[in-house]
């Protein structure tokens, strides 16, 4: 099978709608297109991996863990979140990483021997039981070499994302386009 490689852009807006399509509000969404951006920079395929977390109860636990992600990295929480969700994990660990850049942050993925094991490490390990976040420090988050393309993704996943994407899409009607929906006569924008 071959796979596609696109921009960083491409990853993020890809994933953006996809989410949309699942279902999650505009915000998460866009949320979501940032942490596959993210992830690809890491070397992952990060189309596949958001398609397999939409799946299912993905939606629903994506909701249900981004308020202590949220809550971990504004600093006025605990120094460390419990993430449930082992279906989603690797998108749960992306959504951490670009938040925890946003606000600054360092966060580490508590084992269970202790031992912390940075975000960027830890998407590229399978978790084995569920993740324990722990912030680790201030500022260096970001700072990880990033790739100069964003990793390949599979055309099995990129279908299906695209597929997502479309329940999005407006019907094409007489009154749709009336109501101002496609290009019109001329697409120039």
Request: proline residues 5%; aromatic residues 2%; contains cysteine.
């Amino acid at each position: 099978m071959t796979d596609i490689l696109l921009s960083y852009n491409e990853v993020s807006s890809t994933a953006r709608k996809a989410a949309s399509g699942a279902g999650l509000p505009h915000g998460v969404a866009e949320e979501i297109g940032q942490a596959a951006a993210w992830l690809s920079a890491q070397g992952v395929d990060a189309i596949a991996v958001v398609v397999g977390a939409l799946s299912g109860n993905g939606p629903q636990e994506i909701l249900a863990c981004l308020p202590a992600i949220d809550t971990l990295c504004c600093g006025e929480g605990p120094e460390e979140a419990a993430l449930e969700s082992m279906d989603c994990s690797l998108l749960l660990l992306a959504l951490a990483g670009v938040a925890a850049g946003n606000a600054g942050l360092s966060l580490a993925v508590q084992r269970g021997d202790k031992t912390l094991l940075p975000l960027d490490a830890a998407c590229r390990e399978p978790a084995t039981d569920r993740l324990r976040l722990v912030r680790s420090g201030e500022g260096d988050a970001s700072e990880a070499t990033l790739l100069p393309r964003p990793a390949a993704t599979s055309q099995a996943a990129y279908a299906a994302a695209l597929a997502l994407a479309a329940k999005t899409y407006v019907p094409a009607s007489d009154l749709s386009r009336a109501m101002g929906a496609g290009a019109g006569t001329t697409d120039n924008d």
